[in-house]
């Protein structure tokens, strides 16, 4: 077995960008990741809309994890906190004496009957939030000549809660460039009872269905697709899961997610499957040598890469302090960030914290449809991912929004330390 200072599990958004803030580690630092490839995932729903390229949004692991650490490329399958290693799929025991946790979410196509089949067979069923299905987008939007057009949102948490709904409104966009939308219905179909967590911007949201004719049906819970007879069957979580069925032209689906079964069945897990962590320090609640960042821990708040950023700074000042013996510091107020891209050309830049309340960057309303956030999606947010998130030297806007209101916005809600 070997032993390392840091072992940083997942490489993905917050393991890459949590390891080149440890990059003076050097060799006592490894990041344990199975995949030859990093993701920008976030790009994927520029993607399905045929505004980016695909390759944009892909880097080689080898060109994005920092050089001076080691890269051990493999899956964690055990954990073993009580004595410090964990165990990869070879049978390898890795040893630490700190360790991050970053796995991310898993995506559970196979929760829904048919949806797989259907994403292998079906040309009008996509899914943006797989690096292979977000490929079938546009070729079938281009396609689409009427008819019914169905988003899905799944009744588990999920990563980037706005995409679901951020690849519709570009699909109706395209409907209408094609001269199509006044033969269709576009659907939305969400297992929730809101179209987005925070009131704020879900009144800015509905007023959008509305001005688009879009259709919005609560607590429809997606269950199984059949792609024979192009239906796709949901549960009314309202009324004893009473079935309902809709005819598909075009069918988004987002798929349940959940932890990563590995980490399920750990002793790292809550009751829930996420890693454990106190919400204001990132620190284990039962472990102290084990922090953890991203889409895979408990914390309450909506899962994003904005998010993990500001994660990412205030892990590396926490576990810097209990490496020298010092104690951690409350820092994380929850941020998190959802571009909603309503067209090609316009977003509504969401932005709040663990209590569901606004944390906008700018010293004015965000709950616009504003050219500027759109710009910033498409062109600046890649950028500051690649050159600085990943290379540890972006912690979010929090800077900029201290500076932007000369210090009178409001004061996050934290504990004192
Ligand atoms: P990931 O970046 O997913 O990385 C997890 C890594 O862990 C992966 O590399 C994986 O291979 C690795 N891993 C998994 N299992 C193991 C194992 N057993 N052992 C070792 N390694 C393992 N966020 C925004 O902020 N803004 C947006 O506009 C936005 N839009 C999005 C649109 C889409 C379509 C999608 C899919 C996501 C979007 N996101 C957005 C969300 C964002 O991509 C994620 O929140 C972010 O990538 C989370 O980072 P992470 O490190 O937790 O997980
Ligand atoms: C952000 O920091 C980030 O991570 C790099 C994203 O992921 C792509 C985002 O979508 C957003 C909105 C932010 C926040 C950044 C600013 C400048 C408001």
Redesign the pocket.
Known sequence: SSRYKLVV?????????VASKFASLGKECVV????DL????????LV?AGLKGFRLSVQP?REVLPKTCDWIK????TFNPKENYIV?ESGAKIEYQYLVV?????LDYDKVRGALDALENDPVVAS???PKW?HKTFPALQEFKGGNAVFTFPNTPI??A??PQ??MYLSDEIFRMLDVRDKTSVIYNTALGVIFGVKKYADALLKVVDKRDIKVNYKHNLVEVNHKTRTATFENLDDNSKQVYFQYDFLHLTPPMSS?D??KKSPLANEGGWVDLHKHTLQHVKFPNVFG?????SLPTS???????SQCGILHKNLSAVMSGKPTVPLYDGY????L?TSSKHCILAEFDYEGQPLETLPFNQAREMRLMYNM?AHL?PALYWNGMLRGRWNGPSFVRKLLHLGLGRKPNLPSS
């Open positions: 599990v997942g490489g993905g958004t917050g393991g890459c960008a344990v990741e199975p995949s990093h993701y920008y995932q976030p790009l994927w729903t399905g692991m493999e899956k964690a399958v990869l970053a796995m991310g979410i898993q943006i939030y797989h977000v990563k980037c706005g995409a951020k690849i990563p590995v980490l960042l991203g889409d895979c821990t899962k994003t890469a904005a998010a993990a950023a998190t960030s959802c571009p891209v999606k947010l």
